[in-house]
């Protein structure tokens, strides 16, 4: 933890997540590695704790390794937003209406999924059902997202529905969007505290979880495969990568399908009640329509804006002021009369996007993987856990709806994505043309 200073800018403001405050992320107390584990699952996020949980309840013996704390990266960094998975549906449609259904269809099992482990294992992390509003930035845009309900409903049953932009400032206090989408079933939830309460059950149902446990090879072996961190080896029958964006050069299959993609937030200082029912007067989960998108919600406790984006600058000097400023600059354009409130926290992560922008799980060559959530993975990532750990049980229950979708790269990617910065420019081109 760093303090942050700067014009806007709260005395005694961090570089870590809001959430951190109340759950952050610590190892496990020093262990030595086992020599040998049934299986071993590298990554201790939501897709890593949750197939964790289902595999230790299930009698394996299981090992979690994790390069930092368990739940550092992205599954304590997000916004704690979580929801059907609607806006998949266009591009599951490609597969035709029977795999479209099937695919938005499981982003409900997700999301009940999410609420049944948390329920059961008594975890204490804020999870409330409060809907969904994305606010269209032109009347184009409040058109298509008509047509695309027009589109959904001709497949499958759909309760989001459209409010005008005569009734918007019952969702969002702005005048800058023109109308916009609900969905009601959405949710929100600390995602710090959800990560935390995972990595209790877990080790409560018997996996050993292991913090700074960096895996630096992986080699098949005799029957499975020798897992290595540092100078030490562990000989594994099953092997789990839930690395996500996180994932680098550790598994090249995956490195040249994974685009990892750094996304930032800032948190206001509490804000007065009045405020708050003004601004967001349901406590939804909120977005814009932009391309180059912005996310935003109140804090838990519903004292604070935390507000999301891509982010600005990646190495140097005054990072965080530089992505924290940009992040204000957007939030203003939202909220014009929190130009005094000043920040109190700022802090970014690393997402898995995918080619085809849809999530994956299966095998290859032995080890098993799940991957891509595409900047929506709590619900998604906490399911693709649970469904690779029964793949790995070779249970007989209906597999998953994502696994036999092809899982491709593009010529010349080998993880280093050096086309987003061309991208981002020409999305953001693509927002002002429309804005004009």
């Known amino acids: ?21 109340a759950a952050e992320p610590r190892a496990a107390p020093s262990t030595a590695l086992p020599a040998s584990s049934e299986v071993v699952i590298v990554g201790a996020g939501f897709t890593g704790l949750n197939a964790a949980l289902t595999l230790a309840k299930a009698g394996k ?6 390069a930092e704390a368990p739940g550092w990266g992205a599954s304590s960094r997000n916004g704690g937003m979580l929801g059907p998975g609607w806006a998949t549906f266009d591009t599951a449609m490609a597969y035709g209406p029977e795999k479209a259904r099937a695919i938005v269809g499981e982003s409900f099992l997700a999301l009940q999924h999410v609420k049944d482990v948390v329920e059961r294992e008594a975890i204490a992390c804020d999870l409330a059902v409060v809907g969904y509003f994305r606010g269209a930035m032109t009347p184009r845009l409040y058109e298509a997202m008509g047509r695309q309900l027009d589109r959904i409903r001709k497949v499958m049953p759909c309760d989001a529905y459209l409010v005008p932009r005569a009734e918007q400032h019952g969702e969002i206090g702005t005048d800058l969007y023109h109308g916009g989408l609900a969905i009601p079933g959405y949710a929100g939830l600390h995602p710090a505290r959800y990560v935390a309460g995972l990595a209790e059950a877990a080790h409560r149902a018997g996996a050993q979880l292991f913090g700074g446990a960096r895996v630096t090879a992986i080699a098949p072996d005799a029957g499975g495969f020798t897992v290595s961190v540092g100078r030490q080896r ?18 090249p299959f995956l490195q040249r399908r994974i685009i ?9 200082a509490p804000l007065p009640p009045e405020v708050m029912d003004r601004l967001m007067p349901k406590r939804r989960m909120l977005a814009g329509s932009q391309r180059v998108v912005t996310y935003y919600r109140p804090s838990p406790d519903g004292t604070r804006v935390l507000f999301g984006g891509r982010v600005l600058k990646v190495n140097g000097e005054n990072v965080a002021r530089a992505n924290a400023g940009h992040l204000r600059k957007q939030m203003l354009q939202v909220f014009p009369e929190l130009e005094r409130t000043p920040l109190t926290h700022y802090w970014h992560g690393q997402t898995g996007f995918t080619f085809d922008k849809l999530p994956h799980l299966g095998e290859r060559e032995g080890i098993f993987y799940a991957c891509g959530y595409n900047g929506t993975g709590i619900a998604r990532a906490s ?3 649970h469904k690779i750990a ?45 804005q004009r």
Do not use: C
Request: hydrophobic share 45%.
């Open 234 to 251: 562990i000989a594994a029958k099953q092997l789990l990568v839930a690395t996500n964006g996180y994932t680098g050069s550790l598994l």
């Open 61 to 66: 013996q299981v090992t979690v390794l994790d």
């Open 260 to 268: 990892p993609i750094r996304s930032a937030l800032i948190a206001t």
């Open 383 to 385: 399911w693709f856990g």
């Open 1 to 21: 933890m760093a303090q942050v200073t700067g014009p806007f800018f709260a005395e005694g403001a961090v570089d870590t997540p809001y959430w951190w405050d």
């Open 390 to 434: 029964q793949r790995m049980l070779g249970s007989v229950e209906k597999p998953s709806a994502y696994e036999d979708l092809p899982f491709r790269s593009r010529p010349l990617y080998y993880g280093k994505p050096w086309f987003l910065p061309l991208a981002v420019q020409f999305y953001e081109m693509l927002d002002r043309w429309e």
